[in-house]
């Protein structure tokens, strides 16, 4: 599987005119070699996988890299690969992305006569198309999220602080077997729900509140994510109106996606919905994104997007709707593009919930 991304990226690197890789970024450097520390840096050659990382991760990589050629160093890793002569000649791609300025300028002082070429997605696009074992566990991480979902909307209530129910959260992911959130949890309340990335804070959950829950988990470094928005008491009139909408917008986009389409057009399967039921300048972000090893990458459902969906890619479809000084829902699952459809991996229900 890993020899398989190995050279599913040496064949971009022909059509990129580079004679060897270096990766820099850590989740592509987990991706291509298992490593799961936080400091390494990854040369891909034409023949060879070299990977360097410092004495703290001597163990844990003759543990974990089978892939690569694993060299320890104490110091600068760039001077490492100085040294013993890593490098070929030629173009050397980066990615543009990750590498700092001072980085690269150090790296042109140690190597004058290298040519570095700035590149953008060369991992990314590969990692987009998930395996069966990546897929296997976004399910379990799914699964877990959905289960503490069931779990903590039995906590909203007036009275009950935002980070009370974070906190919650946080505990039962954990308890239910996740390695970690997959961010700070977003538990938002009444005006606050209106702020579409808003954390979760002191205020109490009131009354007739709107409640945005939004939050996943890491399994084996693969994430979830999923949005529901709860009603507290009662639904305002306009709140269980734009439920609706985003309801139909998110089960059209669904629909919609398959292999082959564009994902500027999925973003505007719904956003088209949304803009006819009026809403459509309250719908202030992309409909969604890719997930696996990072909550967000590739591919990117939006406007501006160039990304087609492929089968095996896996993504959040996430409309939202935001009225200032009145509320905000949103509504997020993840799914997977199939041979000739997509199937929703998140289970949590979608019926409108007052508690
Ligand atoms: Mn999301």
Redesign the pocket.
């Known amino acids: 599987m890993r020899a398989n991304r190995i050279e599913t990226l040496r064949r971009r690197l022909t059509s990129h005119r580079l004679d060897a890789f270096l990766v820099t970024a850590i989740h592509n450097i987990r991706y291509l070699t298992g490593f799961t520390g936080s400091n390494a840096i990854c040369v891909v050659t034409r023949r060879e996988v070299y990977f360097l990382t410092d004495p703290r991760y001597e163990e844990q990589a003759a543990h974990e890299v089978s892939i690569a050629r694993v060299l320890v160093g104490k110091g600068r890793l760039f001077e490492l690969i100085a040294k013993r002569s890593i490098l070929p000649g030629g173009r050397i791609g980066y990615e543009s992305e990750h590498l700092t300025v001072s980085a690269l300028t150090n790296l042109r002082k140690l190597f004058p006569r290298t040519i570095f070429a700035p590149t953008a997605g060369l991992v990314e696009e590969i990692a987009a198309l998930k395996d069966e074992t990546e897929r296997e566990a976004i399910r379990k991480a799914v699964e877990i999220t959905d289960k503490v979902f069931d779990i903590v909307v039995k906590r909203v209530a007036p009275g009950v602080r935002e980070s009370e129910i974070a906190a919650e959260i946080t505990y039962q992911q954990r308890m239910h077997g996740a390695e970690a959130d997959a961010f700070e949890p977003i538990v938002a309340s009444g005006v606050q729900s209106a702020y579409p990335h808003a954390r979760a804070s002191n205020k109490k959950i009131e009354n007739r509140d709107s409640v945005v829950l939004?939050f996943?988990c890491r399994v084996e470094g693969y994430h979830s994510?999923?949005?529901r928005t709860v009603f507290v008491g009662a639904v305002p009139k306009q709140l269980r109106e734009i439920y609706g909408v985003l309801a139909d917008a998110q089960a059209a986009a669904i629909e919609a996606a398959r292999p082959g389409r564009t994902c500027r057009r999925l973003d505007g399967v719904a956003r088209r919905i949304i803009r006819q039921a009026g809403y459509g300048r309250y719908f202030k972000h992309s409909l969604?994104?890719g997930?696996g090893l990072n909550?967000?990458e590739l591919p990117r459902l939006s406007q501006l997007s160039t990304d087609t969906l492929h089968r095996g890619m896996v993504m959040?479809i996430?409309p939202g709707i935001y009225l200032p000084a009145l509320g905000g829902v949103r509504i997020?699952d993840v799914v997977v593009i199939d041979d000739d459809h997509c199937s929703v991996l998140s289970q949590a229900t979608k019926d409108l919930i007052v508690v």
Do not use: S
């Open positions: 939004d996943g994510d999923l949005t969604g994104h997930i909550v967000h959040t996430e997020e």
